[in-house]
């Protein structure tokens, strides 16, 4: 199948919103090239380690790609692309260039950003082709994304890893709406959850969290299910965990005020920068008290008590 990238090479602080805009679109797959990152790595681990071509090493602005199938709405999709990048006021405005690509060019393009990293205090997060041991007591996710969202880099997803961290103490119920790769299934089951419950509409994410969950060999823990919210859902949980977008969580968020136990806890994240105080009000509205509310670059996620 042919596809048509769309790169907007933007200023590092449009980066985000500019991924965000491209997702919005319906993209395939966003791919974020970031100059100085690869630097970083090419530094800290040696060229070969990461597989940087030299020229790649020059410096310059990031780049994000969005992937599009070849069809008549195309044009339609840069001409919305370029409306909502107008109204960015960035400091440097996007520069966007489209070329055709083969699907196989651009699925594995962003392995060469994703290596191991460590979060909170426990778990290291491995691409499932990396070697590495971790030190006794450390939890490992040892993941391949492929083309589900959740390889655990992007702030929404480590702020959700963070409050896990905080709030699964083992035992528990949990559900995972939006489960993209399965991390966070993956890392609540890790933690000590005795059962969780992960949900994507996206047939692709349950595919490959489904492969991640076996791979981290806590099938027994997680059951994943394709499926809209919690729709399909009836039983109590401990702890609901979305990792989503501003919109969508409001619209889940009566469904978990009903299926949370007393005292269960809701970590909504994925929340857009200016989008914090509407989902603060909306989960204040149905009867949670928002405990925590903590960012991370132009990501908020909110950790609220059923009462
Ligand atoms: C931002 S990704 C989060 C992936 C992963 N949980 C993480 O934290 O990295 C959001 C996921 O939510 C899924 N999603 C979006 N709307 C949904 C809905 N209404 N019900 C279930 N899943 C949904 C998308 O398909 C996507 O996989």
Request: hydrophobic share 45%.
């Amino acid at each position: 199948m042919k596809w048509l990238e769309i790169a907007v090479s933007t200023t590092p602080e449009g980066v985000e919103t500019v991924a965000e805009i491209l997702n919005e679109l319906g993209t395939g797959g966003v791919v974020i090239e970031d100059p100085a990152v690869l630097y970083n790595l090419a530094l800290e681990k040696g060229p070969e380690e990461v597989a940087v071509e030299p020229g790649e090493l020059l410096p310059g602005f990031p780049s994000v790609k969005g992937y599009f199938p070849l069809q008549a709405e195309v044009g339609e999709k840069i001409e919305k692309l370029r409306n909502a990048l107008a109204g960015l006021n960035l400091k440097r405005p996007p520069e966007i260039t489209t070329r055709e690509v083969q699907e196989t060019d651009w699925a594995n393009q962003w392995k060469k950003y994703y290596h191991t990293t460590e979060v909170g205090q426990r778990f290291v997060i491995k691409p499932s082709w990396e070697e590495f041991t971790a030190a006794p007591g450390k939890l490992l996710l040892e993941m391949d994304p492929g083309m589900a969202f959740g390889c655990g880099t992007h702030p929404s997803t480590v702020l959700c890893l963070l409050l896990l961290e905080e709030l699964v103490r083992g035992g528990e119920m949990v559900y995972d709406v939006g489960t993209g790769s399965g991390i966070l299934a993956v890392a609540a089951a890790k933690l000590g959850a005795a059962r969780v419950l992960a949900v994507d509409t996206d047939g692709v994410a349950v595919k490959v969290a489904r492969e991640n969950i076996e791979l981290n060999g806590v099938d027994r823990v997680v059951k994943v299910v394709q499926g809209n919210l919690l729709d399909s859902v009836k039983e109590p949980a401990d702890i609901i965990i979305a990792n989503i977008v501003a919109d969508v969580i409001m619209e889940l968020a009566p469904a978990a005020v009903s299926l949370l136990k007393p005292g269960g806890i809701f970590i909504s994240s994925g929340i857009y920068l200016g989008r914090e105080k509407e989902v603060q009000s909306a989960l204040a509205a149905l009867g949670f008290a928002v405990l925590d509310r903590r960012r991370e670059g132009d990501w908020t996620a909110l950790t609220a008590r059923k009462m």
